[in-house]
């Protein structure tokens, strides 16, 4: 028999049940929604960064993304690109060997099958020579050069008298974002993309005394000012801007020093750009905590390793701390790991899959490190 409701005591009892079954079914619900989540919201970027293959390896790495990326649940992939692309806009400065519409189709396409997101790079800024030699942009519009009196030497070596790493264009000469927007609309167009990386990393030469526009000028609010510029240029389309992270550390008073922080005061500009770059912090010699800097100053972030495995395992666990211990505000701005290759896509795959290997690097290689921060968010996914 039923106690009678109108008991009491009974009521008591009743409503203590009652707690102790929704408290039941609370937990039950929290468990199995949390252990459903799918590793998708749990570490919102899962990237891999690489060179654009030549046109003879396209199929080979759409198989690569297909059987390797794919299962491995990456949802970002990067391309650098640069002018490997048969530019129809700039005819004149695509490379002499560039993958055609269709190549990038096929990217494109395995990409959207297996829901990664493609995004092609262009670097902007800096990065516009590499050694001895101006890349395309400076050696078909020399005008826009920032550096004109620095000439390329015939043997490049690093340091040198003139401090030349790589040259910058001018980001105020009156022309040349006629042809950057030009370059930036196609490529994205070609990748049917929501997003553009602009490189800007190791910008050495910027705001130079000898330069008649920039001379004298805040080498932080003419970094700023690019960025925006760009940022502002793809917002037109609902496309998001990528940078690399460098040029906005600190580079002594963090001791990264020059290449992974800013010694020439361009660092400043974070509290110039917009928040809605997504920053690709790299460091590679050792896990280093900027992510948490970029994070507080409300900008996104992804850490980017390259070859230790042992780093990128501990980078990889430090995002997922952060995402979970940081603040309401602040833990969605940690979005994830992105792998980063600098060998190009050919050699990579030749590395991936055995072909040729360099004793040198003993355990420490891009192959490793990809597989080992696969496995961790993997692991921590669970
Ligand atoms: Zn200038």
């Not at 609010?221 to 990528?242: D, S, V």
């Not at 020093?257 to 770059?277: C, F, H, P, Q």
């Not at 992510?291 to 495995?309: D, M």
């Amino acid at each position: 028999m039923f106690p009678s409701t109108n008991s009491p005591k009974t009521f008591k009892v009743m409503t203590k049940l009652s707690t102790l079954l929704l408290a039941i079914l609370a937990c039950f619900f929290t468990f199995t929604t949390f252990s459903q989540t799918p590793a998708t919201d749990r570490l919102p970027v899962r990237g891999f960064c690489i060179g654009a293959p030549k046109s003879d390896r396209i199929d080979e790495f759409v198989k690569f993304i297909n059987d390797e990326l794919a299962p491995r649940k990456v949802n970002t992939l990067i391309i650098r690109i640069d002018y490997n692309y048969q530019y129809e806009s700039h005819p004149e400065l695509r490379d002499s060997l560039a993958l055609s519409k269709a190549d990038v189709k096929k990217m494109v396409d395995v990409c959207r099958k297996n829901q990664i997101r493609i995004i092609p790079q262009v670097n902007l800024l800096g990065h516009q020579s590499w050694a001895s030699k101006p890349t395309n942009l400076l050696r078909v519009y020399p005008q826009f050069d920032e550096t004109p009196n620095v000439k390329m030497p015939v043997k490049y070596i690093w340091p040198n008298a003139d401090g030349l790493y790589c040259k910058s264009y001018c980001p105020l000469h009156p022309d040349v974002h006629t042809v950057v927007f030009a370059l930036m609309d196609e490529i994205c167009d070609a990748f049917e993309t929501d997003a553009f990386h602009a490189g800007m990393d190791e910008v050495f030469y910027i705001g130079d005394d000898k330069c008649p526009r920039c001379s004298g000028k805040d080498k932080a609010e003419l970094f700023a000012g690019e960025l925006n510029l760009l940022r502002n240029h793809l917002a037109l389309k609902n496309r998001q801007l990528w940078i690399w992270g460098d040029r906005l550390i600190d580079g002594k008073t963090t001791g990264m020093g020059m290449w992974e922080g800013s010694m020439n005061n361009t660092y400043r500009a974070i509290d110039l750009i917009y928040k809605d770059v997504m920053i690709c912090d790299w460091h590679y010699e050792r896990p280093d905590l900027s992510c948490v800097y970029f994070a507080t100053k409300g900008l996104s972030v992804v850490t980017c390793p390259w070859k230790n495995s042992e780093n990128a395992v501990k980078q990889t666990q430090d995002m997922f701390r952060f995402r979970a211990s940081a603040t309401p505000e602040m833990k969605d701005r940690f979005h994830g790991m992105m792998q980063t290759i600098w060998s190009g896509a050919d050699r990579f795959l030749d590395e991936f899959y055995g072909r040729k290997t360099n004793p040198k690097d003993g355990v420490n290689t891009q192959t490793n490190c990809f597989k080992a921060i696969f496995s961790e968010i993997a692991a921590q996914s669970k």
